[in-house]
């Protein structure tokens, strides 16, 4: 699997060494298990070593990778079972935000997140993850049909942003957004956030008014990109890696912020290379923190989560 990230290149060349000889051992029916433990144990001491110290624009470019797994793979990895809802009930469908009911570990949620696809037709069919006004108002109402059947709502943030075209706008965007914010803040049933990749601007905000918000250790969240923010400040976006320094928009530059909940680190190497393994830290956390959040009464919740926002760009003036 090309990687197509520069920095990780040598990962790229010890998996395609390892494969070329697993194909030579095959062929030739010979014994090469020694060699393969060696490369194996190399290939994990350079992941190690290449993901340990990923600088912000890194991280960046790993949670834009196009190999990492989106929300369709987190609902067919974790849950028992899953059943898809669509449609907004005014306008029609948007595929760039799936949500339905499934069942984790047995228990009945309501599973809402952006997707991406796979390969470029799946990208354009799902409009590369950027929701329009229908979108928005599909996870409205799959929330409070959450909140009618007492089902938490787990959400799944992976968008570079809402879609900013002049159709969104004619149909509500900011309204829908804005919509879904108020509608998360005042939900009734628990509700957690996990950011998957990137999380961009109001688009996915949207999304992630919860009880509980978890990052994994390579996405990023901002309210603005990094070429973005470079073009603005400096009207040059190849600055886009200095940009991505001062923003400070990496999981555990968050943390340290305060702004989310906690980190569910990815695998050495991404989980565009581990999915499977990002897929089971995930499920542990979603299952840890709705245990936990099953035993905080329903107003303390809705006092709590009131409260972890209205925190968010707290500042104070220094007068001379």
Known sequence: MASELSFDRPLDELEERIA?????????????????????????????????????WQRVQVARHPDRPHTQYFIETLCDAFIPLHGDRIFGEDPAILGGIASLAGRPVTVIGHEKGRGTKENIAHNFGMASPEGYRKAIRLMQQAEKFHRPVLTFVDTPGAFAGASAEERGEAWSIAESLKTMAGLRTPTVTVVTGEGGSGGA????????????????????????????????????????????????????????????????????????????????????????????????????????????????????
């Not at 320094?245 to 906690?262: P, S, W």
């Open 205 to 320: 905000l949207g999304l992630a008014v919860a009880d509980r918000v978890f990052m994994l250790s390579n996405a990023v969240y901002s309210v603005i990109s990094p070429e973005g923010a470079a073009a603005l400040l400096w009207h040059d976006s190849g600055r886009a890696a200095k940009a991505a320094e001062l923003l400070r928009i990496t999981a555990h530059e968050l943390l340290q912020m305060g702004l989310i909940d906690g980190v569910i680190e990815e695998p050495p190497g991404g989980a565009h290379r581990h999915p499977h393994e990002t897929a089971e830290a995930v499920a542990a956390c979603l299952k840890e923190v709705l245990f936990e959040l099953d035993g905080v009464p329903e107003e303390q919740r809705l006092t709590e989560r009131y409260a972890r926002f209205r925190r968010v760009g707290v500042w104070q003036e220094h007068l001379e």
């Open 20 to 56: 070329e000889l697993q194909r030579f051992a095959q062929e030739k029916n010979v014994d090469t298990s020694e060699e393969l433990n060696a490369l194996s144990a190399e290939l994990r001491h350079q992941e190690q070593l290449i993901y340990e110290h990923l600088s912000p």
